[in-house]
């Protein structure tokens, strides 16, 4: 009983609330909702990673340990809870709001303006979108630890706006699954991160299987991916394939800089470790 109350609660707020039910996805209207807006985000993204990279932090003391520490462990904490919060939601959405059969319309949409992009699903979608704005703090909390920044993060989290604003503007099939999967990952992520940042130590092999953990994500995306084309092409096309083609293609390149990461930061280190046991 406890359980199915609780469950119950949970369809309500995440699924059934007026703010969630009636969302509508308007562009020019809803935040975010025109591609100047993401162009925007992106260029000052990029601009302010430069500005502060260069001009900025080198100029200023570095923020006390303690400091940056509480920083980051409520940056991680606000990423962990909204990271389950859409993943719950979304999935919740999905399985509440879908028409028949609800596993393939998780996949693909119906085409020719029979999706409109509303609901609890593009609720989620939307929240999402402007979680990866959030998100990019990532980055200022690495050039404020005075860490190095890689091509793979800053490549990431700016074309990932990009990307989730494709979702709703094209009314992207295969979004739900995608958002539950990303987020779900991120679930995982963010608690790794939140107990490092509150100064739990884990030994290295569980920071590399969060890399792998992300790397399986990309493979699992052209799985879903395959299920997608062949009701494409088998039950009369699916919605938003233009923004699908982008988000392939963003995947791959990402999928392809993960790999390149993980052998240099891992492999590297594996050896390393070989040649000290000898």
Same mark, same amino acid.
């Not at 925007?40 to 990279?53: D, F, H, K, N, Q």
């Not at 303690?66 to 990271?83: E, G, K």
């Not at 494709?166 to 963010?190: C, D, E, F, I, K």
């Not at 096309?237 to 990461?261: D, I, K, R, T």
């Given at each position: 009983?406890?359980?199915?109350?609780?469950?119950?609660?949970?369809?309500?707020?995440?699924?059934e609330?007026?703010?969630?039910?009636?969302?509508?996805?308007?562009?020019?209207?809803?935040?975010?909702?025109?591609?100047?807006?993401?162009?925007?985000?992106?260029?000052? &993204?990029?601009?302010?990673?430069?500005?502060?990279?260069?001009?900025?932090?080198?100029?200023?003391?570095?923020?006390?340990?303690?400091?940056?520490?509480?920083?980051?462990?409520?940056?991680?904490?606000?990423?962990?809870?909204?990271?389950?919060?859409?993943?719950?939601?979304?999935?919740?959405?999905?399985?509440?709001?879908?028409?028949?059969?609800?596993?393939?319309?998780? $996949?693909? $949409?119906?085409?020719?303006?029979?999706?409109?992009?509303?609901g609890?699903?593009?609720?989620?979608?939307?929240? $999402?979108?402007?979680?990866?704005? &959030?998100?990019?703090?990532?980055?200022?909390?690495?050039?404020?630890?005075?860490?190095?920044?890689?091509?793979?993060?800053?490549?990431?989290?700016?074309?990932?706006?990009?990307?989730?604003?494709?979702?709703?503007?094209?009314?992207?099939?295969?979004?739900?699954?995608?958002?539950?999967?990303?987020?779900?990952?991120?679930?995982?992520? &963010?608690? &790794?991160?939140?107990?490092?940042?509150?100064?739990?130590?884990?030994?290295?092999?569980?920071?590399?299987?969060?890399?792998?953990?992300?790397?399986?994500?990309?493979?699992?995306?052209?799985?879903?991916?395959?299920?997608?084309?062949?009701?494409?092409?088998?039950?009369?096309?699916?919605?938003?394939?233009?923004?699908?083609?982008?988000?392939?293609?963003?995947?791959?390149?990402?999928?392809?800089?993960?790999?390149?990461?993980?052998?240099?930061?891992?492999k590297?280190?594996?050896?390393?470790?070989?040649?000290?046991?000898?």
């Amino acid at each position: 009983m406890a359980a199915a109350s609780l469950l119950s609660r949970a369809r309500w707020l995440l699924v059934e609330h007026p703010a969630v039910a009636s969302f509508r996805w308007q562009p020019g209207r809803t935040v975010g909702a025109t591609p100047s807006f993401a162009a925007a985000v992106i260029c000052g &993204y990029l601009a302010a990673v430069l500005v502060l990279r260069r001009l900025v932090l080198p100029r200023l003391p570095a923020l006390p340990p303690p400091a940056l520490r509480a920083l980051s462990a409520a940056h991680n904490a606000v990423l962990l809870a909204l990271s389950a919060a859409m993943a719950g939601g979304c999935a919740l959405s999905t399985a509440a709001t879908a028409p028949a059969p609800r596993w393939a319309w998780a $996949f693909c $949409f119906p085409p020719r303006g029979a999706t409109e992009a509303s609901g609890p699903v593009f609720f989620w979608a939307h929240v $999402f979108y402007l979680s990866k704005v &959030y998100e990019l703090g990532d980055t200022l909390l690495i050039l404020l630890a005075r860490r190095p920044l890689t091509l793979l993060h800053v490549y990431h989290h700016a074309l990932v706006v990009a990307m989730c604003y494709l979702w709703l503007a094209t009314r992207q099939s295969l979004m739900p699954v995608a958002l539950v999967t990303n987020a779900g990952v991120h679930v995982v992520m &963010y608690s &790794y991160y939140l107990s490092c940042s509150v100064g739990l130590r884990w030994p290295g092999r569980w920071k590399r299987a969060v890399t792998e953990l992300q790397i399986a994500q990309f493979l699992f995306s052209f799985a879903a991916s395959v299920v997608m084309l062949w009701l494409h092409f088998a039950a009369g096309g699916c919605e938003g394939m233009a923004g699908w083609v982008f988000n392939a293609v963003f995947n791959a390149s990402l999928l392809a800089l993960f790999l390149n990461f993980h052998g240099a930061a891992y492999k590297g280190a594996a050896k390393a470790n070989k040649g000290k046991a000898e």
